[in-house]
Protein backbone atom coordinates (compact mmCIF):
# COMPACT_ATOMS: atom_id res chain seq x y z
CA UNK A 1 0.00 0.00 0.00
CA UNK A 2 1.45 3.83 -0.47
CA UNK A 3 -0.06 6.96 0.79
CA UNK A 4 0.46 9.97 -0.40
CA UNK A 5 -0.65 13.63 0.09
CA UNK A 6 -2.75 14.33 -2.15
CA UNK A 7 -2.53 17.26 -4.39
CA UNK A 8 -4.81 18.97 -7.57
CA UNK A 9 -3.37 16.64 -9.45
CA UNK A 10 -4.60 13.95 -8.05
CA UNK A 11 -8.57 14.86 -7.94
CA UNK A 12 -9.06 12.44 -10.94
CA UNK A 13 -8.44 9.78 -8.38
CA UNK A 14 -9.86 11.15 -5.36
CA UNK A 15 -13.36 12.63 -6.56
CA UNK A 16 -14.89 9.01 -6.72
CA UNK A 17 -13.69 8.19 -3.39
CA UNK A 18 -15.00 11.26 -2.10
CA UNK A 19 -18.15 10.80 -3.77
CA UNK A 20 -18.72 7.45 -2.70
CA UNK A 21 -17.98 8.66 1.00
CA UNK A 22 -20.93 11.06 0.55
CA UNK A 23 -23.40 8.53 -1.09
CA UNK A 24 -22.37 6.22 2.22
CA UNK A 25 -23.99 9.31 4.47
CA UNK A 26 -26.79 9.30 2.19
CA UNK A 27 -26.34 12.24 0.07
CA UNK A 28 -26.92 12.59 -3.75
CA UNK A 29 -24.02 11.49 -5.99
CA UNK A 30 -21.89 14.61 -7.32
CA UNK A 31 -18.98 14.65 -9.14
CA UNK A 32 -18.80 18.23 -10.17
CA UNK A 33 -19.44 19.04 -6.68
CA UNK A 34 -17.08 16.99 -5.52
CA UNK A 35 -14.70 18.47 -7.56
CA UNK A 36 -15.19 22.36 -6.79
CA UNK A 37 -15.30 21.84 -3.17
CA UNK A 38 -11.75 19.19 -2.82
CA UNK A 39 -10.24 22.08 -5.76
CA UNK A 40 -11.08 24.74 -3.12
CA UNK A 41 -9.76 22.59 0.05
CA UNK A 42 -6.77 21.87 -1.87
CA UNK A 43 -5.96 25.29 -3.75
CA UNK A 44 -6.39 27.05 -0.80
CA UNK A 45 -4.29 24.78 1.66
CA UNK A 46 -7.70 24.11 4.05
CA UNK A 47 -7.16 20.55 4.61
CA UNK A 48 -4.63 18.23 4.34
CA UNK A 49 -5.77 15.01 2.35
CA UNK A 50 -4.09 11.91 2.16
CA UNK A 51 -5.05 9.33 -0.56
CA UNK A 52 -4.13 5.21 -0.21
CA UNK A 53 -3.23 3.00 -3.09
CA UNK A 54 -3.02 -0.10 -3.66
CA UNK A 55 -1.11 -1.70 -6.88
CA UNK A 56 -2.22 1.69 -8.36
CA UNK A 57 -5.65 1.20 -7.37
CA UNK A 58 -7.20 4.34 -5.33
CA UNK A 59 -8.79 2.59 -2.51
CA UNK A 60 -9.25 5.20 0.53
CA UNK A 61 -8.37 8.94 2.07
CA UNK A 62 -8.40 10.69 5.24
CA UNK A 63 -9.11 14.65 5.27
CA UNK A 64 -7.84 16.54 8.21
CA UNK A 65 -9.01 20.05 8.66
CA UNK A 66 -6.38 22.45 11.34
CA UNK A 67 -8.50 24.18 13.73
CA UNK A 68 -7.11 24.98 17.71
CA UNK A 69 -8.44 24.41 21.03
CA UNK A 70 -8.89 27.46 23.51
CA UNK A 71 -8.56 25.64 26.82
CA UNK A 72 -4.89 23.59 26.03
CA UNK A 73 -3.66 26.66 23.34
CA UNK A 74 -2.82 23.92 20.72
CA UNK A 75 -3.43 23.94 17.33
CA UNK A 76 -5.11 20.23 16.49
CA UNK A 77 -7.00 18.72 13.25
CA UNK A 78 -10.33 17.61 13.19
CA UNK A 79 -10.61 13.94 11.44
CA UNK A 80 -13.61 14.78 8.85
CA UNK A 81 -13.32 12.23 6.15
CA UNK A 82 -12.06 8.45 6.47
CA UNK A 83 -13.16 6.86 3.63
CA UNK A 84 -12.26 3.31 2.33
CA UNK A 85 -13.39 1.72 -1.13
CA UNK A 86 -15.56 -1.10 -0.07
CA UNK A 87 -13.60 -3.56 -1.94
CA UNK A 88 -10.55 -2.87 0.53
CA UNK A 89 -12.09 -2.96 4.04
CA UNK A 90 -11.18 -5.03 6.74
CA UNK A 91 -7.52 -4.98 5.67
CA UNK A 92 -5.54 -2.35 7.42
CA UNK A 93 -6.36 0.59 4.69
CA UNK A 94 -8.21 2.67 7.49
CA UNK A 95 -5.43 1.92 9.74
CA UNK A 96 -2.86 3.15 7.81
CA UNK A 97 -4.30 6.08 6.46
CA UNK A 98 -5.21 6.95 10.46
CA UNK A 99 -1.66 6.19 11.53
CA UNK A 100 -0.17 8.69 8.79
CA UNK A 101 -2.43 11.51 10.20
CA UNK A 102 -1.49 10.67 14.08
CA UNK A 103 2.58 11.16 12.56
CA UNK A 104 1.52 14.07 11.11
CA UNK A 105 0.41 15.44 14.85
CA UNK A 106 3.56 14.40 16.12
CA UNK A 107 5.67 15.76 13.49
CA UNK A 108 3.87 19.07 13.60
CA UNK A 109 3.48 18.81 17.31
CA UNK A 110 0.11 19.36 17.49
CA UNK A 111 -2.18 18.34 20.64
CA UNK A 112 -4.04 15.63 18.38
CA UNK A 113 -7.26 14.82 16.40
CA UNK A 114 -10.75 15.18 17.41
CA UNK A 115 -13.31 13.22 15.20
CA UNK A 116 -17.21 12.67 15.04
CA UNK A 117 -18.94 9.48 13.18
CA UNK A 118 -22.15 8.32 13.27
CA UNK A 119 -23.60 6.13 16.34
CA UNK A 120 -24.93 3.54 14.00
CA UNK A 121 -21.41 3.05 12.25
CA UNK A 122 -19.92 0.15 14.29
CA UNK A 123 -17.28 -0.38 12.16
CA UNK A 124 -15.91 2.63 12.20
CA UNK A 125 -16.14 3.22 16.07
CA UNK A 126 -14.64 -0.20 16.61
CA UNK A 127 -11.47 1.23 14.37
CA UNK A 128 -11.08 4.64 15.95
CA UNK A 129 -10.78 2.77 19.38
CA UNK A 130 -8.76 0.16 17.93
CA UNK A 131 -5.98 2.64 16.98
CA UNK A 132 -5.96 4.32 20.39
CA UNK A 133 -9.16 7.25 20.60
CA UNK A 134 -10.98 7.37 23.25
CA UNK A 135 -14.98 8.08 23.48
CA UNK A 136 -15.89 10.60 25.19
CA UNK A 137 -19.33 11.35 26.96
CA UNK A 138 -19.73 14.91 26.33
CA UNK A 139 -22.96 16.28 24.46
CA UNK A 140 -22.65 17.43 21.00
CA UNK A 141 -25.04 19.98 19.76
CA UNK A 142 -25.37 21.56 16.10
CA UNK A 143 -26.78 24.66 14.92
CA UNK A 144 -28.24 24.69 11.36
CA UNK A 145 -28.73 27.33 9.16
Not at 73 to 78: D, G, K, L, S
Request: aromatic residues 14%; proline residues 3%; glycine residues 6%.
Amino acid sequence: MDIIEAKKEHLHDLIPLFDGYRIFYNQESDFLGARDFLTDRLTKKESIIYLAYIEENPVGFIQLYPIFSSVSMEPMYILNDLFVDSSYRNIGVGGSLIQIAKNLCVEKNFKGMILETQTTNKLAQRLYEKVGFVKDENLHYFWNK
